[in-house]
């Protein structure tokens, strides 16, 4: 059998299986189950954060700062209140941090400021207090909440490389600059509408990812969204580089080398934390 009808025979079978298993169990979930904000919910996502856009400042309230145990556990439930200028924003950066085997990865976005700042953008799944933990395959079917967390690096960074050991990487985006602003504004916009209007979180269709590919006129078929690194993520940095949304002038592989967060150059309490987990990048000619 050729390449190309193995790849038309995986489309046709994961077009069976989502007629058969996966949309009736998405309507069901879509008439039958309304998402909400009322809860007892884990610490880390007890609290919304509260966002105020005044001409050039973006002022965020419950900004999460946590810190965490070895066993994972909080240590320091921080939140903070930060003002950032949009007129400041100089570039987003692209994580992938792969938790599991075969491309289960969680992937984020860090937004640069030219004053030093940093803001982190990870859309997750909001955890009961009864949850064991988050699992990847009910996070399809509307089992969570969508929780958008706006965070420093250091907490939602530092949790992955730090405290769980997962290998994350941090590639710079190549975007322009006012797409970059409009990206930040509509992820903005979008959490402070989840005070009023919450919705289901999905693991494939809402990450960081898919929001970038939403904005690619090289996505914009069937074809294009069943490819396997939309469905699993830890491959997205070959999309990425694809879309020139990354460096493209580089081979990935050593991309790769270079993005590749290393927790032993630095503390999550080192005041230089986020330039030393760039330090590849911030050298590179």
């Given amino acids: ?54 001409d050039d400042n973006i002022s965020i309230k419950n900004l999460r700062d ?30 992938i941090s792969h938790f599991g085997p075969h491309g289960l990865a969680h992937v984020l976005l860090s937004f640069e400021f030219s004053d030093g700042k940093y803001l982190v953008l990870s859309i997750e799944a909001r955890l009961k207090k009864r949850h064991l933990g988050y699992n990847a395959l009910k996070g399809l079917f509307g089992t969570y909440t969508k929780f958008m967390v706006f965070a420093t690096e250091q907490d939602v960074i530092g949790l992955r490389t730090h405290v769980r050991g997962e290998k994350l990487y941090l590639y710079p985006l190549d975007i322009s600059e006012l797409y970059t602003k409009a990206l930040l504004l509509n992820y903005l916009g979008r959490a402070q509408s989840l005070h009023t209007t919450p919705s289901f979180y999905n693991s ?15 996505f914009d078929n069937i074809v294009s969204w069943m490819d396997r690194r939309v469905l699993f993520p830890g491959y997205s940095d070959e999309i990425a580089h694809e879309l020139d949304l990354i460096d493209n002038n580089r081979p990935l592989e050593e991309l790769r080398r270079m993005a590749l967060v290393d ?16 330090a590849n990048f911030i050298a590179s000619p």
């Fill in 263 to 278: 927790p032993a150059v630095t503390t999550l309490e080192d005041p230089d934390f986020s330039k030393k987990i760039r």
């Fill in 1 to 54: 059998m050729s390449i190309y009808f193995k790849k038309i025979f995986r489309y046709v079978l994961f077009l069976l299986l989502s007629v058969f298993l996966f949309i009736p169990m998405w309507f069901v979930h879509l008439f039958l189950k309304k998402p909400s904000n009322d809860a007892k919910w884990k610490p880390q996502y007890a609290l919304l954060p509260e966002i105020d856009l005044d």
């Fill in 66 to 95: 946590f810190r965490y145990h070895p066993d994972k556990s909080i240590a320091q439930a921080n939140y903070k209140n930060e003002t950032f200028k949009l007129s400041k924003m100089q570039k987003v950066w692209y994580g």
């Fill in 204 to 218: 494939v269709t809402d990450n960081c990812m898919t929001s970038l590919l939403i904005e690619s006129q090289d």
